[in-house]
């Protein structure tokens, strides 16, 4: 045997297609927009894709955490619209004692975050002290908020006060530097997400839950409290986006936030991150909400396929998803 022949071949580099598929579709769906429509990659269209997208990418971050540590939350929507409906209440009942100031709007998204995170507190304790399984959870508390908004807006819509509306505007239709506020606060959010799941023990921990709870316990990790913290932590991300959706139509009905669980366990799951918890990526859920931003966004730009379909094809995309890291973990 020659020393060629004894010496070490060196690591062949391969790559990772489940970490890069996310990406390879985004640029394909940018391609077709960009064949089926000119206006596709306008200024206006790109950051009204972005900032339509901005409420479930903040979501679809704090969904994540959940989902990494082999969580569920199907309460975001109605909790959404739960959220709105209060910061709504409570503001138009300050506005005769404070005035039509920012004190107000300042009250109000207060009450928003403090609603939107007790609501994931609620969720969280309820899965981890009451040991009731998530699905159960979060299927009872989506019914509970929907029909609290339903009630508290007597079946009809809660509006705020114009007054308010305007002071409360530059929110969601403010800009800075041409970019506007709810796209400027995704980014944040998803900056922050990705540093935190990435570089600090929540982070590690959540992923070791998600693989394997017995032995996460065993490593001294606190899985109840872990657990419950990423529940409080989507919840206050529920909050967040709330507080950027309420100026954009400045009312809250029992339609408000349907789908949106859909749309963000969607988006992390197309993301790469896995369903059965264990293995997460913040940077894949904000492809996977702009790949769902971009299928809705060509709908309504042709008349290929029904904009009334989105729904389904979303659907099909969580199918497809899910079978491919099926298969993921098949072949290992």
């Known amino acids: 045997m020659t020393e060629t022949d004894t010496r070490k071949a060196p690591p062949r580099r391969t790559i990772n297609l489940h970490a890069v598929g ?3 579709a985004l640029v394909v769906l940018v391609l077709i927009g960009m064949g089926l429509n000119d206006n596709f990659l306008s200024y206006a269209n790109i950051t009204n894709v972005l900032a339509r997208s901005a409420f479930i990418g903040i979501i679809a971050v704090g969904m994540t955490f959940v989902i990494t540590a082999g969580g569920l939350d199907l309460s975001v ?6 959220v709105a409906g209060v910061m709504i209440m409570a503001m138009n009942a300050l506005l005769p004692i404070m ?10 998204i207060l009450v928003g975050l403090v609603t939107g995170l007790f609501g994931g507190l609620v969720n969280g304790l309820l ?27 007597d079946g009809g819509t809660l509006s705020l006060n114009y007054e308010l509306s305007e002071v409360y505007r530059p929110v969601y239709y403010g800009t800075v530097l041409g970019v ?4 400027i606060v995704f980014a944040l959010v998803a900056i922050g997400g990705e540093v935190v799941m990435r570089h600090t023990p929540f982070g590690r921990h959540c992923a ?12 001294a990790v606190n ?8 529940y409080v932590l989507l919840g206050l991300l529920v909050g967040v986006a709330t507080v950027m959706y309420v100026p954009r139509l400045g009312s809250a009905s029992a339609t408000t936030g349907v789908l949106w669980e859909l749309e963000a366990i969607a988006a992390v799951i197309i993301g790469g991150t896995m369903l059965k918890g264990g293995s997460g990526r913040v940077w894949g859920t904000v492809v996977g909400v702009l790949i769902l931003g971009l299928i809705g966004n060509i709908l309504n730009l042709t008349d290929l396929v029904s904009p009334y379909l ?7 995309i969580i199918i497809l998803a899910v079978v491919l890291q099926r298969e993921r973990r098949l072949g290992h």
């Open 99 to 108: 005035g039509g100031g920012i004190g107000v709007i300042l009250v109000g």
């Open 208 to 219: 070791a839950i998600g693989s394997n709870e017995q032995v996460a316990r065993y490593s």
């Open 223 to 230: 899985v109840l409290r872990v657990r419950a913290l990423t």
């Open 22 to 24: 996310p990406l390879i």
């Open 127 to 153: 899965i981890t002290r009451a040991r009731i399984e998530a699905f159960i959870v979060t299927l009872g508390t989506m019914g509970i908020y929907r029909s609290l908004i339903t009630w508290l807006a």
């Open 77 to 82: 929507g109605s909790m959404a619209a739960f």
């Open 310 to 316: 989105n729904g389904a094809i979303q659907g099909i």
């Open 180 to 183: 506007s506020w709810p796209i």
